[in-house]
Each structure stands twice: as structure tokens, then as C-alpha cells.
């Protein structure tokens, strides 16, 4: 790989912008497709929790900033950063019920998808524009859970898509661009990323113009705007500063999307750096030393942390189109169709699918038709008293209507209670019989793989009412 730092070529003529092939829109509606169909897009707990939070804000007419669905948390400060991501799940569900809330994501996934590509083929067309967009579409395939960062896909692929446009014109972005940090600061936590980026480019404007000083002002105006932007959120600093302080989290590491990639079986972002290593090697690939930077940062994430290949997926193809356009002497023609039929194509090919998950609606993932299956079997008395449940089923418990002990809301609950909560839910009899007296829990749920379980098992005054693969529910003895 090169690391000299050529001129920045210009994106494709404007004559020529009309003729984007086909590519992001098949994309998009491979992703729409995915999601439509996906039986896992609704397998995580913490679904269930955006869902009921988003109902809560509607019923109120309010943000929370206290938890209102624990006992062991109730009344203590929240920061319900997704809380706009929450309505629109919440609404989703009520107009259409899991069908709607898939649907909702799958819209999200498939507009990102296709700004992401649609940019990229300014300078990259054809099969190359097709391995380079399904690589992204790979990379973000793992995340697809129907939960606020998709939600807010899209916007974080607009965003990127405006700062690159800046650059490509040798400019500083739109300070109207700037409003669209309001609406992602809203919606997920992502947003810190967004305002990151602004940094390595326009570092490399500045680095490039002739008029260092103008290039300087016009993009610190631009940031200056878009953290202006961010503090439009219900909790103003706090929920400018809350992306930094859940990095600081201990127990990410403990959760599965904070973990490290692993490379057991081949996945996607293997096949990404297998193949950007073959073309450097092979081909005169060449990037500028900033950009490298920021890909090699980008990689360095995703290694570290798997939900971060989303980031990636979204980055990286708008970064490296036009370097390998360079390395395969690609031509920058493409076959020329109406836009307006492409388009109309692809929401036709939308309405149908839609239409086909709104008929066969999904049905609720077995892990919580298991949780749903062990709240009937409960007694009335006991169902009335406490739960300690496993951290995977807290969200759908409060989706049900059930205060749980715990849930997914790990930057609420600090390292400190859930380093306590981890010596229990392994079955250690002091910490476990400890929270059973502190509470006056009435019941338990857990994975049967748990310690908690055998603990429970052992323990005298309990006894087992559900039990299933997934699930395994106790009840104390009267």
C-alpha cells in the first residue's frame, strides 16, 4: 500500500451523476429483505425494553430521568438517551405489532445501506460497487436487532456521506448540515462517532488548502454547530457526555457486542481485510496518510469491539471507492437508467415484501415465548412478589408488565451492582441467598445454563414450576 498523499481526485462529473448504476438500489433491497425475513431481528431482550420505554414516554408526555420499570433501581437518575428511537419502535409495534417494529427496522437498514453505496458509486461502479456494498451490508448483518442504533443507520450514513461531499468540493460542510446531529443525539448514542469524524477531515482540509486559516475557521464553525446541535437533547451536557462515560464502563467488556471480534469461523469482516490486504499487494492502492489513519483507527474498533463494524460498514466504503476505482483502472461508466423507475421498482419490491411480513407476521422469538410461557405457570401469590430474573429476560419482563431485578440498562446500573449481580446469577449461595432475603423475592427465571439455577435447586423453600431449554422459573415454598 502507498502512503503517499495523491491530489483528491473529483468525484464523478455532474452529466454523469444521473448515471449511477443499479447497485444501491438492489442493496437496499437486499437489506430491506434481510431485515423483513430475519427471524433473529427481534432475538434481543432489549427490544422489549425500547418498546416499553417509548410507551412510557407517550403515556406521560415526558422523558423519563428516573428509572420507572425496576424495584432494585426505582426513582434513581436514568438517562433515557434513545428516548426518541423509543417512540417510533413503540409506535411501529402498536400500528403493526412485531411485524411493525421489523418493518421499521428494516427501512432504517435498507436507506442506510443505499446512501452508503450511492455515494460510493460517485467513483466506484459494477461488480466492484456490488463486493465493496455487500461487504457493508455483511458487516452490519450481525447488528441487525431491532433497536435504536438502526434507527439511526440512515442519519449516521447521511452524515458521513455530507462530510465526504465536503471534501470532494474542497469545502467546509453546510452548517445546515449541522442539524442533523440534533435528531441523531436524540435517537442513539452513535452520535459521539459522528463528531469524531469531523476531526481527521478537516484535519486533511486544512492540511490541503492553499488558504489554511479560511479552511480552519469554516470547519471548526461546522463542529462548533454540530456540538450545538448534540446539546438539543432532554438532558442537555449529561447527554452530550454520556457516549464518553459508558466507554468507561467496566462491564462492557462482560456484555457480548462490547467484545472483542472473534475469527473462530470466517466472517465478514475477515473476507474486508483479506481483501483490502490482497489489493494493497497487488494493485498500486494508494491513500493518504490521514484517511489510512482513520481506516486503521476504524479497524481497530471493529477488532476491539464487534458492534463497532457497523461503523465500518458505513465509513469505510465511502473511504476506499475511489482509491480502489485507482488500483482496478476501473471505468467510472456506468449503464444509465431512469431514476424514476429504478426507484419505482424498488418501492413496489418494498410494498411487497411488507406486505408479505404484515401477512405472516413473525412470531415472538422463543427465548420470551419461553419467559411468556413461565409467568403463566407462576402462582398468583408468588407472581405478586418480586423477581430476580437473568439479565438476558430483563427487558422483556418489563415489556410484560414486570419489574425484574435487572436489565440490559448496564450504564444505569454501574460496575459496582452488576459485578454484585454477576457472583449471583453464577449460583454463589452467599451473594444469591443474600438478594432472596434483602428483596423478599418470590420467584426466579433464569437460563438453565446458569449457576443461578443449580443454586436454586439446592436451595431449601424453592422449588421449580417452569422449566424448558431456555428457561427455568422458582418459586419460594409457603
Same mark, same amino acid.
Given at each position: ?36 425475513? #430475519? ?121 458521513? #456521506? ?125 491513500? @493518504? ?170 436451595? @431449601? ?18
Amino acid at each position: 500500500m502507498t502512503l503517499a498523499a495523491p491530489a483528491l481526485a473529483a468525484s464523478r462529473p455532474r452529466a454523469e451523476a444521473l448515471s449511477y448504476d443499479l447497485v444501491p438500489h438492489g442493496l437496499a433491497l437486499a437489506m430491506f429483505a434481510v431485515c423483513a425475513f #430475519s427471524p433473529a431481528l427481534l432475538n434481543d431482550s432489549d427490544t422489549w425494553s425500547h418498546i416499553a420505554t417509548g410507551d412510557w414516554i407517550l403515556a406521560h408526555r415526558a422523558v423519563p430521568h428516573a428509572d420507572p420499570f425496576t424495584y432494585s433501581f426505582a426513582g434513581k437518575p436514568w438517562t433515557a438517551h434513545e428516548w426518541l428511537s423509543e417512540i417510533l419502535l413503540a409506535l411501529a409495534y402498536h400500528a403493526a405489532g412485531f411485524a411493525g417494529v421489523v418493518l421499521l427496522s428494516g427501512v432504517a437498514a435498507a436507506s442506510a445501506i443505499f446512501v452508503v453505496a450511492r455515494r460510493a458509486s460517485r467513483d466506484l461502479g459494477g461488480p466492484a460497487l456490488a463486493a465493496l456494498g455487500g461487504l457493508a451490508l455483511m458487516l452490519i448483518a450481525p447488528s441487525l436487532l431491532a433497536r435504536p442504533h438502526i434507527l439511526a443507520l440512515p442519519v449516521f450514513a447521511l452524515w458521513t #456521506s455530507l462530510l465526504f461531499e465536503a471534501r470532494a468540493c474542497d469545502r467546509a460542510p453546510p452548517l445546515a448540515a449541522a442539524l442533523l446531529m440534533a435528531l441523531w443525539a436524540n435517537l442513539h448514542g452513535g452520535f459521539a462517532f459522528g463528531l469524531a469524524l469531523i476531526a481527521p477531515l478537516a484535519l486533511e482540509a486544512v492540511v490541503a488548502a492553499q488558504h489554511k486559516l479560511a479552511a480552519a475557521r469554516g470547519w471548526a464553525l461546522f463542529a462548533l454547530a454540530a456540538v450545538t446541535a448534540a446539546l438539543v437533547n432532554p438532558f442537555g451536557v449529561e447527554g452530550l457526555l454520556f457516549p464518553v462515560r459508558l466507554l468507561g464502563l467496566k462491564a462492557l467488556a462482560q456484555i457480548g457486542e462490547w467484545g472483542p471480534e472473534s475469527f473462530a469461523h470466517p466472517n465478514a469482516l475477515e473476507a474486508a481485510i483479506l481483501g483490502l490486504l490482497a489489493l494493497a499487494l497487488t494493485r498500486p492502492f494508494r491513500l @493518504p496518510p490521514i484517511r489510512l489513519a482513520l481506516l486503521l483507527g476504524l479497524l481497530h474498533l471493529s477488532l476491539s469491539h464487534a458492534r463497532h463494524e457497523m461503523l465500518l460498514a458505513v465509513v469505510a466504503p465511502m473511504l476506499l471507492a475511489r482509491p480502489i476505482a485507482g488500483a482496478l483502472n476501473a471505468p467510472a461508466e456506468t449503464p444509465r437508467y431512469d431514476p424514476r423507475l429504478a426507484l419505482a421498482g424498488v418501492v413496489a419490491a418494498v410494498l411487497a415484501l411488507g406486505a408479505g411480513r404484515l401477512a405472516l407476521a413473525p412470531p415472538l422469538p422463543a427465548p420470551y415465548a419461553s419467559v411468556r410461557a413461565a409467568l403463566a405457570a407462576l402462582p398468583v401469590e408468588a407472581a405478586r412478589k418480586p423477581a430476580l430474573n437473568g439479565y438476558a429476560f430483563g427487558g422483556y419482563l418489563v415489556f410484560e408488565g414486570v419489574k425484574p431485578y435487572i436489565d440490559a440498562r448496564a450504564d444505569m446500573f454501574g460496575d459496582a451492582f452488576l459485578a454484585d449481580y454477576a457472583h449471583l446469577a453464577r449460583g454463589e449461595r452467599e451473594a444469591l441467598t443474600a438478594v432472596l432475603a434483602r428483596e423478599n423475592v418470590g420467584w426466579t427465571i433464569f437460563a438453565p445454563d446458569q449457576g443461578a439455577v443449580a443454586a436454586m435447586d439446592a436451595l @431449601p423453600g424453592w422449588r421449580r414450576v417452569y422449566a424448558d431449554p431456555r428457561v427455568v422459573a422458582h418459586v419460594r415454598v409457603e
